[in-house]
């Protein structure tokens, strides 16, 4: 593995080995047969702040890796330098500095994570010439908007997967927005109950969301139960399901070590331990857990609750619970095994998931989950009762008394780890069966068919004339 800084006023493909670092595309004039050429945008950050959407596309680097005779795979990210980080011959992860970026803007330091916001960036043309295939993974920020700009103008394969849910956290954080600049008072509640300018906002980016799939030649989602509306909206119905692999070695019950995960911080012995992984947002409904949690104490039940990751409610979790809280922060993925199978039971009330990774690493590891029947979660438990249990509504009474149960009833508790484990072992994919047959042979499809555009592809010289008169 190698990194490396791209130099500043040059790009990847024009200061190194293109041909070796990124090919040329299958359909140019060549003497050989060579491996399919994807570059797949990421309008986010890494690191260990980053969310599922980012860690999916780290697993799937690591999966391609195993293919270099079949796939050449260069993932972009956002970051605070321009760089490359090469994981074998034929897998790499780019990095661009944003152009516009969010963290310019106070008001939306509060968001879950940094993007950017300009039209376009012109420096990623000269990466995105040397693709068969353009894999875009939203529709509304700078990398993905040039991907699209990108492939209308020169009419290469454009792909997008769906990862999170953004209408619905457009409605959130448009509310919060607007508690936060104009308070509490009668303007705020005109704005959010009488003129409800956050489910405007949720509205307009769903459109947005369509227009931008329109434009592309395949759509694959993450919600098996969306799949025929997706399908009915856009034309030709090229949508599939992408699935979420799982690493059924890293997360496993072998990992369950409850003493050592309570010593390690601070939590007594005889708590029954209530994990969360993820944001600490309004998005991913954590005040729903720490108010169920507060019940339950005031109930004299012993319960802590073990929360892994940062976020903006994490002060109000706090002053709820005081000492029945812990606070890990961000960890590292090698961290994370020891939380899942120590605890007692995951509580995820999120209603904006796609697909939640951590679900699926909480079952892998054996631990029985508590979910909301709203957005991507439910979709993960097979059936109800038998490895999960599934609240409606995000009222606190709901998810208390479902805990309660299962605190009285470990035989039950017990029942749903086994069966927790025993699904994902036989019935869930890997990160590399994943790749192989859900994106895979999507990307294969759309190379040898003709683009949504119609048009002729060009020839590499044109491109670079063409792409030298629009920069």
Not at 188 to 193: C, M, N, T
Not at 277 to 286: P, Q, S, T, Y
Not at 459 to 471: A, F, P, T, V
Request: hydrophobic share 40%.
């Amino acid at each position: 593995m190698t990194i490396s800084t791209l130099p500043s006023n040059s790009l990847l493909a024009e200061s190194s080995n293109p041909k070796r670092l990124i090919g040329k595309p299958a359909w140019a004039p060549q003497g050989d047969k060579r491996p399919l050429s994807v570059g797949v945008l990421v309008d986010l950050e890494q690191g260990m702040k980053a969310g599922g959407h980012v860690k999916c596309w780290q697993r799937f680097a690591e999966a391609a890796t195993a293919l270099p005779d079949q796939l050449d795979l260069t993932i972009h990210f956002l970051g605070g330098q321009e760089g490359m980080r090469e994981l074998s011959e034929n897998v790499r992860l780019v990095t661009h500095r944003p152009v516009f970026g969010t963290d310019r803007f106070r008001f939306l330091d509060k968001i879950p994570g940094q993007t950017d916001l300009a039209p376009r960036n012109a420096k990623l043309f000269s990466f995105l010439k040397n693709y068969d295939v353009i894999h875009t993974t939203d529709a509304f920020f700078t990398l993905s908007k040039t991907a699209r700009f990108f492939a209308r103008r020169f009419s290469r394969p454009l792909v997008n997967s769906i990862h999170t849910d953004i209408p619905a956290y457009t409605q959130i954080f448009t509310a919060q927005v607007v508690r936060r600049l104009a308070g509490n008072g009668y303007f705020s509640r005109f704005l959010l109950d009488r003129v409800r300018v956050h489910d405007f906002a949720a509205a307009f980016m769903h459109q947005r969301l369509i227009a931008y799939l329109k434009r592309c030649d395949w759509v694959l989602i993450s919600k098996k139960n969306e799949l025929n509306r997706f399908k009915s909206e856009l034309p030709g119905g090229q949508v599939s399901l992408l699935r979420r692999g799982i690493d059924k070695e890293a997360f496993h019950p072998r990992r369950r070590e409850p003493s050592l995960l309570r010593s390690s911080f601070g939590i007594a012995p005889d708590r029954f331990l209530l994990l969360f992984v993820g944001r600490i947002d309004a998005a991913k409904g954590v005040m729903t857990l720490a108010h169920a949690a507060r019940l339950l104490l005031q109930k004299g039940l012993p319960v802590h609750v073990l929360m892994a990751g940062q976020g903006t409610q994490k002060e109000a979790v706090q002053e709820l619970l005081g000492g029945a809280v812990t606070f890990s922060g961000a960890l590292p993925q090698a961290r994370l095994p020891l939380l899942y199978a120590s605890s007692d039971l995951f509580v995820f009330p999120s209603e904006t998931e796609e697909c939640p990774n951590v679900v699926l690493e909480a079952k892998a590891s054996g631990l029985p989950v508590l979910l909301s029947t709203r957005g991507g979660s439910a979709q993960l438990v097979k059936q109800e009762g038998r490895d999960g249990l599934l609240i409606e509504g995000s009222k606190p009474a709901s998810w208390a008394g479902a805990i309660e149960f299962l605190m009285k009833d470990p035989e039950h508790l017990h029942r749903m780890r086994e069966a927790a484990r025993r699904i994902m072992e036989l019935e869930w994919p890997s990160w590399q069966e994943v790749l192989e047959e859900d994106l895979l042979p999507v990307w294969q499809k759309v190379s040898q068919g003709a683009t949504r555009s119609g048009r002729t592809k060009p020839g590499d010289r044109n491109i670079s004339k063409m792409l030298s008169e629009i920069q």
